[in-house]
């Protein structure tokens, strides 16, 4: 939704969901203060596109989903109705919320997703593991907690930031 915010398309879909803040974190709430509007500046957009495109390049970059020998990686989930769930559309791999949740992925590997906050999950905004997949949104956006989930050889161990205060949990 950067992106297409940066390249004039959908707007108002980046700026309700969050967009405002990612823009002030690259270019600082004095410049609103100055008179620069955030909804429709191409001077914002300029200077976050000629000091920051090495993050745009990133962006650009990156993969919808990414999969290791035990885990795969997706921002939303998969869709179990896709017999492979690879080819499965892009707006999939983002949006996708219900029959992924509700139903099991019927695959060799467990899920780690975003997008969907775990207190929709298991009334917490811990970590949710579920029987073939994890949800790791702590609902940051919506005043929670900001979650990290690390993977090694021992197991899982969960970190949480809670109003700026730093919380480990183990699994």
């Known amino acids: 939704m950067f992106i ?23 270019i600082g709430t004095n410049w609103f203060e100055n008179g620069y509007d955030y909804n429709l500046s191409q001077e914002t957009k300029k200077f976050i596109t000629l000091h920051y ?30 017999s492979n769930w690879r080819d499965q559309s892009h707006d999939q791999f983002l949006w996708i919320r219900n029959s992924f949740l509700n139903q099991p992925t019927n695959l060799n590997k467990l899920v780690i997703f975003g997008h969907t906050p775990a207190f929709h999950l298991h009334n917490s905004p811990d970590i949710w593991f579920g029987k073939d997949k994890i949800g790791i949104d ?22 949480h930031i809670k109003k700026g205060v730093s919380v480990i949990g183990k699994n």
């Open 4 to 26: 297409d915010y940066l390249s004039n398309s959908n707007e108002q879909l980046f700026l309700i969901n969050g967009g405002f803040f990612t823009i002030e974190s690259y």
């Open 53 to 82: 495109r090495h993050h745009l390049e990133f962006l650009e970059s990156t993969e919808y989903y990414y999969e290791d020998e035990n885990f795969i990686y997706v921002h939303a989930g998969i869709d179990p109705n896709v």
């Open 138 to 159: 702590g609902g940051c956006v919506y005043g929670y907690q900001l979650n990290c989930l690390e993977i090694s050889n021992e197991g899982f161990k969960e970190y």
